[in-house]
């Protein structure tokens, strides 16, 4: 089933996890709507922008599968309103081209320069909340003393 021209729902439940672990990973009717509602505003404007195929490293996590991998208790994956994306895995496009993509041309929710250096993310975390207000947050994450913290992105 695709959600977009160029992005399907095995790509965004698809976890090496999930099969290692058993853990099953299929979203909801609901979780299916709010991944096309990211796929349409999000991933595909980028996707036709750059002409380049970009990986989707994690998409949809069901509460177990978040759960496992020490995901946020409310991680905007588990409701399908979330993508992390890796511009590098095709090559020809770099995070940071498609972290100021992202952060100039659409209406996101909480845009996430996922580690990395400053000038270049390991991955860009997107999501996308439909029929309501997006906050249009950008952050940084970077590790400190061995857990996570955030910074506004300036």
Not at 50 to 73: C, D
Not at 103 to 132: A, C, K, M, R
Request: hydrophobic share 30%; net charge neutral; glycine share 8%.
């Amino acid at each position: 089933m695709k959600l977009s021209d160029n992005l399907s729902v095995a790509e965004v439940i698809k976890s090496t996890t999930a099969k290692r672990c058993g853990i099953g990973n299929e979203p909801t009717i609901e979780h299916l709507e709010n991944l096309k509602a990211i796929a349409l505003n999000i991933f595909q404007p980028a996707r036709n922008y750059f002409k380049n195929p970009i990986a989707v490293t994690s998409g949809y996590r069901s509460e177990a599968l978040n759960e496992r991998i020490g995901g946020s208790k409310t991680s905007q994956h588990s409701k399908g309103q979330a993508l992390d994306l890796d511009a590098h895995t095709f090559g020809g496009l770099t995070n940071k081209e498609l972290f100021h993509y992202i952060s100039e041309h659409t209406d996101f929710d909480q845009l996430i320069w996922e580690f990395g250096t400053e000038d270049e993310p390991d991955w860009v975390h997107v999501s996308y909340v439909d029929n309501q207000a997006n906050r249009g947050e950008r952050l940084v994450a970077y590790k400190k003393e061995g857990r996570t913290k955030y910074k506004y992105f300036k």
